[in-house]
């Protein structure tokens, strides 16, 4: 299947995109991983400003499983530097089955929209280290465990494709309820809370490889046998 093509248009300050396209939640921006969306969608997008940006986004996007493709919007303000920051606003629409599949069945009532706010914020104390944190909120959900998300920790370093020799590491925790539909998932998984490391390693010029491991416990607190682990690991080649 088709996983990526769009076209786009960079201009001084403001860059436009149309197609079918990478999406990663502004929640990235607070490594490890986006605690709402990291999948690709079809529709638009605009970004303008430098140091504070604004990201503006509209389509839909397929989602495995669920009957109804969800239209999605997104309004962010980012920003980037020593210290970065970010609020976002993001809504889904679909049929009720397939938003209770979003949100671990825990989605109110004849509910047809999806309502996630999103904040980050991280702080470089130089060019290897970032502490950083995220938090997104979910109102749409009756369960109060379910209603949040998020992670904090601190990155060092990174592998560099190019770069043989590099390397990375970061320790994190992270808690992902309802406010997370869709997720980074190679080492916490949705519903579950608990430590994240992970390390990745540039083996040879674009040889890179990476691996997570995850220990916590779910969040269904009527859940006897609670406790989760997972080990992830990866080798990327680069062109």
Excluded at 111 to 137: C, E, M, P, Q, S
Excluded at 162 to 187: C, E, F, I, N
Excluded at 227 to 237: A, I, N, Q
């Amino acid at each position: 299947s088709l996983k990526r093509a769009w076209a786009q248009g960079d201009y001084d300050n403001f860059t436009v995109k149309l197609g079918k396209m990478e999406l990663l939640s502004s929640e990235a921006y607070a490594a490890p991983g986006a605690i709402v969306l990291d999948r690709e969608f079809s529709g638009a997008e605009v970004t303008f400003g430098s140091d504070v940006q604004v990201k503006l986004q509209a389509g839909r996007m397929h989602v495995d499983g669920v009957a109804d493709t969800p239209n999605y919007q997104h309004a962010g303000l980012q920003y980037n530097g020593r210290l970065t920051a970010g609020v976002d606003y993001y809504r889904f629409g679909a049929d009720y089955n397939t938003l209770q599949t979003l949100t671990f069945n825990k989605i109110k009532a004849n509910k047809t929209k999806l309502n996630i706010w999103g904040v980050n914020l991280g702080y470089r104390f130089d060019k290897n280290a970032l502490l950083y944190g995220a938090y997104a909120h979910n109102n749409d959900v009756d369960d109060s465990t379910y209603k949040k998300s998020y992670q904090f920790g601190l990155d060092y370093k990174g592998a560099e494709p190019m770069d043989k020799g590099s390397w990375g590491a970061y320790v994190a925790y992270r808690h992902l309820g309802a406010a997370s539909p869709l997720a980074t998932q190679d080492g916490a998984m949705f519903g579950a809370k608990g430590i994240e490391v992970g390390t990745n390693y540039t083996l040879f010029k674009n040889v890179v490889l990476s691996a997570k491991y995850f220990n916590g416990k779910v969040l269904d607190k009527s859940d006897n046998n609670d406790k989760v682990s997972k080990l992830f690991g990866r080798v990327e080649f680069f062109f």
